[in-house]
């Protein structure tokens, strides 16, 4: 595996553990403090790493050669606790890909600074693989499939009725996500030169 998948990878923890504390940060400030009661409002990604999704499955897809991403283990939200439901669940699930975005535009702007200075090849391409793993984390999260933070946008039209059963079957949905995911990058292929094609024009930016 090459440097650059390494430290693509080793970008993966810190933009992971970012992207879902944030979640709890924005749902605290809206009145939700499951997150703090249960001590996961911290930077420590010992609170955050899923063995798995964090660590085994970036791994086992890079070396696969699929595109690689992750997940940690979800910061605990609590929608009834909220002020306003139905408006603030969607700032609690936008707060994660907005992080990755300002890190991926970080990762950007660090990696401009380490080209036009003397810092080392292998400092800029720890920055470029901390920005294109940034992007990818926000744009794949944004995709309006739950449990993905994206869906947020599908709930604000689901009858309120309906959304405790909504909710049991955004928390079960990760499993049949994979699946699908796998079957459409081998065989359906449908979107599969997204993340690509915007990381080309991240690198296409660089000057």
Same mark, same amino acid.
């Given at each position: 595996?090459?440097? %650059? ?18 979640? =709890? ?10 997150? *703090?009661?249960?001590? *996961? ?5 010992? &609170?955050?790493?899923?063995?798995? =999704? ?14 690689? %991403? ?9 929608? *009834? &606790?909220? *002020? ?11 707060? =994660? ?34 920005? !294109? ?27 309120? &009725? ?15 996500? %994979? ?18 094609? !915007? ?6 930016? !660089? &000057?």
């Amino acid at each position: 595996m090459t440097t %650059f998948y390494w430290f693509y990878l080793i970008s993966l923890i810190p933009s992971i553990v970012l992207h879902e504390v944030s979640h =709890g940060w924005v749902a605290d400030f809206f009145g939700d403090h499951t997150a *703090r009661e249960q001590h *996961r409002l911290t930077l420590n990604p010992v &609170r955050h790493l899923d063995p798995v =999704g964090s660590v085994l499955m970036p791994l086992v897809l890079v070396l696969l050669h699929f595109p690689a %991403f992750g997940y940690a283990k979800p910061v605990p939200v609590n929608p *009834r &606790r909220l *002020r306003n439901p139905r408006k603030q669940m969607l700032w609690v699930a936008l707060a =994660g890909p907005a992080v990755n975005i300002v890190l991926s535009a970080i990762g950007f702007v660090a990696t401009e600074f380490a080209i036009h200075s003397s810092l080392s090849y292998n400092v800029e391409l720890f920055f470029i693989a901390f920005g !294109l793993c940034n992007l990818v984390l926000a744009v794949f999260n944004l995709l309006p499939i739950p449990p993905l933070d994206g869906s947020a946008i599908i709930e604000r039209f689901i009858p309120n &009725r309906h959304m405790p059963r909504y909710y049991n079957l955004r928390a079960r949905a990760l499993p049949f996500f %994979f699946i699908i995911l796998f079957v459409d990058f081998q065989f359906l292929h449908v979107g599969t030169n997204l993340l690509p094609d !915007l990381e080309n024009w991240w690198l296409s930016l !660089l &000057r």
